[in-house]
Structure formats: structure tokens, C-alpha cells
């Protein structure tokens, strides 16, 4: 790679800049304002950041070896698992950050200098032109080394070691600045590569050491002077205040925080005493309710941990509880927004491919916030597959490439496909020697396949997933200009698609079967997916729109498939039946408390039932990203609104509104904001500049405001 192609999160920051250019627009949305009554989030913000972006944007920045960063802050993450007690298992193999490494820059011009300003995370030393210069210890401010004078400065090494944290170096000499595009980096059996850039931060931290920033909260009623309710989910360290050590339990749901003798917690509830009589816990707890039982307790109170982000998206339509849903969706993705994008903030407080291919789309369509996909796709994907799946899943490491090609369709990001290639090919040439000799993955004994909570026959859902991947895999190739490797992709496609239809397609129903096998079950999971994907064309689709629309055949065990499901009814023509079970399936947790949305769900569970999971009585997630589907599908199947060239280039529209009498949405894309609002027969869109719009049968280069009749 050439220093042209400088890998940088100052991505980030031209995120930002230009979703703030655009402000203007998210204030007067339609969306936004007739979505308000709905708002759950403390710290709900559509014009900036909140809570405030703590990122440095015009300042020097660090320097990293590439991955390095997301790795360590993945490993951190594992390790908070394990202090909190934390009830999860999360195999896999991950990359351990390097400790040792070195950073290099040459200079076309040399430079004349008498001294350089640096700060580097470790030990190390300096070699100028070649020649040892000084060595240096890990301070935490900036140092500055004299040079001899008149010194020609062409090419300037550091060569670091840390104990624990990555390497890291920051130059603030102009001449010699980590702004520069062709620093490289080299860990200690590696090759030099371009370095990694990182934006600097207000609390003059390394980028690796920053976390998310707090705000207090306080609850919002109290009953019996015990039960403290905070009024929705959080993520955050309570405090209490009291003369004595008190007694506390908390609860996703009231039944788990009044449940104070159960002997299976879900997380650590150790508190540690602060001064004037205050005890807070130890580490982050996932709640609303707190039970605080003690005589003389004086306030109880939260600092929750948020993400800093901009509801960007928005969504409101003529049936108030769907706008509810779509609010509490944005939310349950909120908080599980990072470093990466979790699947849960109580139990498993760790990223996951399969959730993210939900959750990148939600977060697409809300807060588009490309850097935390960005991250996991990285930690998730730097070890590759030799040794195991991703997180230990085959459909996990299937999963991870159909997330490549959807972050590159919603977010443009060729600088990190450029990157992320090498590893995208040898995971799909992994893949490919696990076939059988019909092109069938295998998924031999010992090895996850998951697909769903669900207990049935899962072959037939595995290939589809396989088809899916390489025909993203495909569409990557062609993208890095690999046509002979896309080509060939697309021929074992075809091949595996014929040959699965052969076996596993029931002809007189024209529906998938569960597996290769003409007497086996007909399931979900196969069908719906292969809609979403593309493998079925809608037009043979009928037999899998008759079987998906009864309820005869056994339902999904997630919200995550549930999500899917609905997204493939309605692309296949059946809007109301979309909207009627988002109402029933995401409205009944409403109707039963939720604030966030569940890992699973089961209307027909009791009270006593719907909290457990894995055999224990509150090990349910109730604040699941993989659940958060409705922020997305609302806003792109009712109104057809999704990328058809990458980072929203071009773009189409197909509204089906239903039985609803209006809808108004805002999406935020790369080049601003598509906001769309149709009422009755009157059509209204913002196409943004740089965009085009694919609508019947029409071409139409924004920046434009169009405003048509639907009939």
C-alpha cells in the first residue's frame, strides 16, 4: 500500500463534519419532530454529539500499528467480562497486541532541527539517519530530545516497548509530524506497513486509554423507600449514599432487582466506599431498578455511560406505537455502542459478528456512526480462521464477510477494504477447502453452527449463508479490481446455488427444506434468508410467502431472525403483515415493561418464564443490539429506502406504506441526509448533493427537493 493510502480514523471526524454541515436539515425533519413524544434517551441530542464528542479534532495525531488499537481495546473488554462476573463465553481466537514495535518516517526534503517533540506510550530509544541518538522512558507528557546542531534530519526511527499497553507515538515537531501520511510501522516479526492514525482527545489520554464519557442520573420514583427506578435501561456505576455499607440488588426488571437472595447474579454488585459517605460500585452494572435497603440512605443515584452520538436518522408515522418502537430500537443500539458495537450491556458485553450484520444496518439507519463498525470488523476479524471461527461460529465467520460488503455498500470506506482484503481472502479461501466436492460447507462435528436459538435441522441455512458471503465476497473483489477472483466467486455461486436447489428445494410447496433431505422439515431460517439475500428471486418466491405468512411452522427464537423474517415478508410484498407483527412481536415487550428490547422473547411465557435464560433466572439480555431491527427495517422497507451504490451514491425508493396514513423518516448517508416524508398520495424527498436517486424508472441528481403524486 501506498502512504496514498494512509489508513486514519480522521474518517471519523469527516463524518462528522459533515453530518454537522447538515443540521439544518435533521432540525426541520418531520421525523424528528413528531417523533419527540417517544424519546427515552437522557442525553437525546439530533443536532451534536451528546454527550459532547470528546475527540480533538484539529489537533496532532497518534500513531498506532494498524489493528493494534481496536485489538488491546477488545482484550480490555474481555478482561472487564472478568471482573464484573460476568456469566459469558466468548470463544474464539483474537489477536494479543504486540508490546514491542517500531515506527519509521523518511523524508523526500531533509530537514534541519535542533531538537524533537514527542510522546510515546512505552520505553524506547531514537535512531536519526540511522545513528542511535537518545533513549526514553514511558512519561506521560510530552518530552523533547536536543539534537546536535545543524543535524539533517532524513529518517527518523523509534524503536518502543510497553509492558501492557499498545505501542503507541504522537511527534509534535512540524517537520517530523504523525500527521504526516508515510509514517510507517513494523511489529517484531512483521513487515513495514503504513501506520494507523488516531485522533487526540480532551482528556490528553492515548486513544487507547479513552473511555466514554458520563452523565448523572437520578431516579425517577422510588417505592417503599427501597425500589429506585431510573425509568429506562442503563449502563453505568451507581452510587449510593449512605453512613453505613448498604445492602443493594439491581434488575433489568423489577422481579430481578426485588429478587435479593438469589444466588445467581448476573454481574458484580461490590461496592467500594468514596468520600462523604458515598459507596459506588466497582464496575459498570446494566439496570433500571435498584433496590437500596438501609436506614439512613440519603440518595441514590447513576453514572451512566454513553457513546457520544447524534440521533442523526428519525422515523414517525400515523400509528403512534410503531413510532414508539422504531425510538426504543435507536435506543437499545445506543446502548450498545462502545468501543464496538456490543450485543448486550449485562451478560455478554462483547461484539459478535452475527449480531453486528443486524446492528450495522440499525446503526446505518439512526446514529451512522462508521467508526464503531469499522472497529469491530477489524477485532473481530484480525486473527482469521486458521485455528477457529469468528467467535468460535462457522456462520459467525460467514457473517463477517456479508458484514464487509454491507459496510462498504452504507459507508464507502474503501481505505479500510484496502486493508482489510488480504484477510477478507484468506477467510473465504479457509472456507472454501472446508467444501465438500459438491461445494457444500461443512460443518463437522465439534464445530458451532448457530444460526438461531433455535433447535432444528440448520444445513440448509448454513449454505445459504455460504452463498450470501461469496457473492459478497464477490462484490469486495470487484471492488479492490480482483476481477478474476470475483469471477470466480460468482461461478461457485451459481454452481452451489443450482446444486442446493437440487437438494434441499421443495418443489411441489416451493419452499427450502431444513437440509439435503426430501423427508426433512420445513423451517424459517432457510427461507426467509434466502429472500434477504437474493438467493430466491421474488418471483419464485410465492410458496415462501404463503409458508412465512401462517403460523403452522415453528416460530424463530430471537429477535434478531424475527427481524429478517419481517424484513423478507415485506420485500416480498406484504407490508401490513411487517407492521402488524412489529406491533405484536416488539410492542408486546413494550406492553410488558421493556424499555430496551430483549435477547429473546416469547409472548406465551409467563411472568415468572420470560426473564430466564440459559438456565438461570435472569440471564436473559434485556437490552439485546441484535433485537434493535425495527430502526432499521421500518425506514427501508416502507419507503424502499436503501443504498444501491455504496455510501448511498445512488440510491432507491419504493414506497408501501400500508395501511398507515403517513410516514416521515431522515437517514443520514455520507453526503447528508435523505429525508422523506409521504402523506396520503403526496411524495416529498430531499435528495442530497452528490447522490442520485433511483425512483420509477427515474434517474434524479440531488441536491434537489422533489415533490410528486404516488398514483
Known amino acids: ?23 439544518s436539515v435533521i432540525a426541520q425533519s418531520k421525523a424528528h419532530k413528531f417523533s419527540r413524544f417517544a424519546i427515552i434517551d437522557p ?10 464528542m470528546n475527540i480533538n479534532e484539529s489537533a496532532t495525531p497518534w500513531i498506532y500499528g494498524a489493528s493494534e488499537l481496536e485489538c488491546w481495546r477488545l482484550q480490555l473488554l474481555r478482561k472487564r467480562t472478568v471482573d464484573a462476573k460476568l456469566k459469558v463465553n466468548y470463544p474464539g481466537v483474537y489477536h494479543q497486541p504486540y508490546t514491542k514495535g517500531e515506527f519509521r518516517l523518511s523524508l523526500k526534503n531533509p530537514q534541519q532541527l535542533s531538537s524533537i517533540k514527542f510522546r510515546a506510550v512505552g520505553d524506547g530509544k531514537v535512531i536519526i539517519n540511522g545513528s542511535y ?18 543535524l539533517m534530519v532524513q529518517r527518523i526511527q523509534f524503536e518502543i516497548a510497553t509492558k501492557n499497553d499498545p505501542v503507541a507515538l504522537i511527534m509534535y515537531s512540524k517537520a517530523l509530524s504523525t500527521s504526516l501520511n508515510n509514517w510507517e510501522w513494523r511489529s517484531p516479526d512483521g513487515e ?7 485522533p487526540q482527545n480532551t482528556a490528553d489520554v492515548p486513544p487507547h486509554r479513552l473511555e466514554n464519557p458520563t452523565t448523572k442520573l437520578n431516579a425517577l420514583a422510588v417505592t417503599n423507600d427501597v425500589l429506585f427506578d431510573f425509568g429506562r435501561e442503563l449502563l453505568g456505576y451507581i452510587t449510593v449514599v449512605g453512613e453505613d455499607k448498604p445492602v443493594i440488588n439491581v434488575g433489568e426488571s423489577e422481579k430481578e432487582a426485588l429478587d435479593v437472595d438469589c444466588n445467581q447474579k448476573e454481574q458484580s454488585l461490590e461496592l467500594v466506599k468514596q468520600e462523604n459517605g458515598k459507596w459506588r460500585t466497582k464496575n459498570p452494572v446494566a439496570f433500571r431498578y435498584v433496590y437500596a435497603e438501609h436506614n439512613e440512605i ?23 406505537e410503531l413510532t414508539k418502537i422504531w425510538m426504543n430500537s435507536a435506543y437499545t443500539l445506543r446502548l450498545c455502542m462502545h468501543d464496538f458495537l456490543l450485543d448486550g450491556i449485562k451478560r455478554d458485553r462483547l461484539p459478535w459478528t452475527g449480531d453486528l450484520a443486524m446492528s450495522l444496518l440499525v446503526n446505518a439507519y439512526t446514529f451512522s456512526e462508521p467508526e464503531l463498525v469499522r472497529r469491530s470488523l477489524v477485532a473481530l476479524g ?5 485455528e477457529r471461527d469468528i467467535n468460535g461460529i462457522i456462520d459467525y465467520s460467514l457473517w463477517w464477510i456479508i458484514a464487509q460488503d454491507q459496510y462498504q455498500l452504507y459507508y464507502a470506506d474503501s481505505t479500510h477494504l484496502q486493508h482489510e482484503w488480504e484477510r477478507i481472502k484468506e477467510t473465504l479461501d479457509c472456507l472454501s477447502a472446508r467444501c465438500d466436492s459438491e461445494g457444500f460447507l461443512i460443518s463437522n462435528a465439534g464445530t458451532w453452527l448457530f444460526i438461531d436459538w433455535v433447535n432444528q435441522d440448520k444445513w440448509t441455512a448454513l449454505q445459504i449463508l455460504w452463498w450470501w458471503a461469496q457473492k459478497s465476497g464477490a462484490k469486495l473483489a470487484r471492488r479492490v479490481g480482483h476481477d478474476d477472483l470475483a469471477n470466480d466467486l460468482e461461478r461457485t455461486s451459481q454452481s452451489l446455488k443450482a446444486k442446493l436447489k437440487e437438494v434441499a428445494w421443495n418443489k411441489e410447496e416451493h419452499v427450502w427444506l431444513s437440509k439435503n433431505d426430501p423427508i426433512s422439515e420445513i423451517t424459517r431460517h432457510p427461507n426467509f434468508l434466502s429472500i434477504v439475500s437474493g438467493l430466491t428471486d421474488l418471483d419464485e418466491a410465492k410458496g415462501i410467502k404463503n409458508m412465512l405468512e401462517k403460523d403452522e411452522i415453528r416460530p424463530v427464537g430471537t429477535p434478531y431472525m424475527s427481524g429478517f423474517e419481517v424484513m423478507a415478508v415485506a420485500q416480498m410484498g406484504n407490508i401490513d403483515y411487517m407492521l402488524k407483527h412489529v406491533s405484536e412481536y416488539w410492542g408486546g415487550m413494550l406492553n410488558k415493561g421493556a424499555t430496551t428490547f430483549w435477547e429473546a422473547y416469547n409472548p406465551h411465557e409467563t411472568y415468572e418464564q420470560q426473564y430466564s435464560f440459559y438456565e438461570r433466572s435472569y440471564a436473559k439480555s434485556l437490552c439485546h443490539a441484535w433485537s434493535s431491527g425495527p430502526a432499521a427495517l421500518l425506514p427501508s422497507e416502507l419507503f424502499g429506502l436503501k443504498p444501491v451504490d455504496d455510501g448511498w451514491r445512488r440510491f432507491s425508493l419504493q414506497p408501501n406504506l400500508g395501511k398507515l396514513e403517513w410516514a416521515s423518516a431522515c437517514v443520514p448517508t455520507i453526503y447528508g441526509n435523505v429525508v422523506v416524508d409521504i402523506d396520503g398520495n403526496n411524495l416529498k424527498i430531499s435528495i442530497p448533493k452528490g447522490t442520485t436517486l433511483e425512483w420509477n424508472n427515474k434517474s434524479i441528481e440531488g441536491p434537489k427537493v422533489l415533490r410528486e403524486k404516488l398514483k
Open 43 to 52: 442525553t437525546y441530542s439530533k443536532v451534536d454529539p451528546s454527550p459532547k
Open 133 to 150: 541518538i537518545a533513549s526514553f522512558s514511558d512519561q506521560p507528557d510530552e518530552q523533547e530530545i536536543e539534537l546536535e546542531k545543524d
Open 382 to 386: 484480525r486473527a482469521g480462521i486458521k
Open 192 to 198: 513495514w506497513e503504513i501506520a494507523f492514525k488516531h
Open 298 to 320: 440519603s440518595d441514590v443515584s447513576c453514572e451512566a455511560i454513553y457513546y457520544p452520538a447524534t440521533y442523526k436518522g428519525a422515523f414517525a408515522c400515523s400509528d403512534s
Open 1 to 23: 500500500m501506498t502512504a496514498k493510502g494512509i489508513i486514519s480514523s480522521k474518517r471519523l471526524i469527516g463524518f462528522i463534519v459533515l453530518f454537522c454541515s447538515v443540521t
